[in-house]
């Protein structure tokens, strides 16, 4: 029981640190062209706590040569390309690079770069910030099994996943009709 409780304690100073962790706003990227090493360390230090694998040069060459970041001008990155970055870089452990391509030109159809940017940094900062395992409708206690708590949070990210692409594909859709 004492193991039990060590974890839930560890699990819940865990969680409200990680609650606390924001991604910038647009206005908090530099205003300023960067070069790739630039890009690749900036971007690895926003997202150092909320991705597993480290960005690298040749993963942003990817994502340029498959269109889901505008070219650099004269091996210059912009502003616009941190945000690409930012958002790619979280999406694509649920979703396929198409989908992400497809949301992000569908995001930026309405509105500038910079607003679709906030618009998802905020929602994600808000939800972050705002989660906990107490006011959570979605977990029903930590003192269940750490398996049971685990699979249910799996549960919601596949249900979740699926309802999002289903989205981004209906939205794709509608726009070529």
């Known amino acids: 029981?004492?193991?039990v409780f060590s974890m839930h304690n560890e699990f819940e100073k865990w969680l409200k640190a990680f609650s606390e962790e924001r991604l910038p706003l647009w206005n908090e990227f530099p205003d300023f062209d960067l070069y790739m090493d630039q890009l690749v360390n900036l971007g690895n230090r926003y997202l150092e706590n909320f991705i597993d694998v480290k960005i690298t040069a040749s993963m942003i060459n990817s994502y340029v040569k498959k269109g889901l970041m505008e070219r650099p001008s004269k091996k210059k990155y912009t502003t616009?390309?941190?945000?690409?970055?930012?958002?790619i870089s979280l999406l694509k452990s649920i979703y396929p690079l198409e989908t992400i391509r497809s949301g992000i030109k569908q995001s930026t159809k309405d509105m500038s770069i910079?607003?679709?940017y906030?618009?998802?940094a905020n929602l994600f900062n808000r939800t972050l910030s705002s989660f906990s395992l107490t006011n959570s409708p979605q977990v029903d206690s930590f003192n269940e099994n750490m398996i049971q708590l685990t699979e249910q949070f799996a549960i919601h990210a596949v249900i979740?996943?699926?309802?999002?692409?289903?989205l981004v594909n209906l939205q794709r859709i509608s726009k070529t009709n």
């Open 118 to 120: 906030n618009y998802f």
């Open 80 to 87: 616009t390309n941190v945000a690409e970055l930012v958002v």
């Open 1 to 3: 029981m004492k193991e």
């Open 114 to 116: 910079a607003d679709s």
């Open 160 to 166: 979740y996943k699926m309802i999002g692409e289903k």
